[in-house]
């Protein structure tokens, strides 16, 4: 598949600015399919799998502004926060990604998307998370795509500019 997929902008606050190449079909289908791997192993709670997703010396920002750098730290946080997970089935969806490659390295990929994270309980209630949009940079290593750093931003609501709320009146 050679067509190209993609937008011609971006959000502004999402990190990526306009696309100026749309990436293929191939690499679209690519990056989602990576996601689709790494959500699952930490949907099935396998930390050491979903680390391993990540280049060594990866780093992810939470939205509260803590910081996990390297794969040892990242195991160590998510084997901390493993007793909130106990008794429900997590479920990250990702959607809305827009992917950017580097024009000055092909290895790398830059990529944002929003996020949804249900928790269902035994009895089948879903319960949804905050929403968030995420700032991946995505990395080459030997043929696969892995992780080198993730920033996570809790949404929030955007004030409309000062001309919409006067022309509204």
């Known amino acids: 598949m050679s067509e190209s997929v993609g937008t011609d902008s971006a ?3 999402g990190g990526i600015g306009t696309l100026h190449r749309p990436v293929s079909g191939d690499l679209y289908a690519e990056v989602q399919t990576f996601y689709a ?3 699952r192993k930490v ?4 930390i050491a799998g979903f680390a391993d997703t990540f280049t060594e010396d990866g780093e992810v920002v939470h939205a509260g502004g803590q910081r996990q750098q ?10 901390a926060a493993l007793p909130r997970y106990r008794d429900i089935a997590v479920r990250h969806w990702f959607d809305h990604l827009l992917i950017e490659t580097d024009p000055a390295d092909e290895d790398t990929i830059r990529v944002s998307y929003y996020t949804l994270v249900t928790q269902t ?3 089948g209630k879903v319960s949804f998370q905050p929403t968030f949009t995420v700032d ?5 290593v030997d043929g696969r795509l892995l992780t080198r750093s993730r920033v996570i931003h809790r949404d929030t609501p955007v004030e409309p500019p000062a001309s919409a709320e006067a022309s509204a009146a």
């Open 37 to 39: 791997r790494q959500m």
């Open 121 to 123: 309980d035994r009895e």
């Open 136 to 140: 991946d940079v995505l990395v080459r």
């Open 43 to 46: 949907d099935a709670l396998d």
């Open 11 to 13: 959000a502004a606050a």
């Open 70 to 79: 390297g794969r040892a730290e990242m195991i160590a946080g998510m084997r």
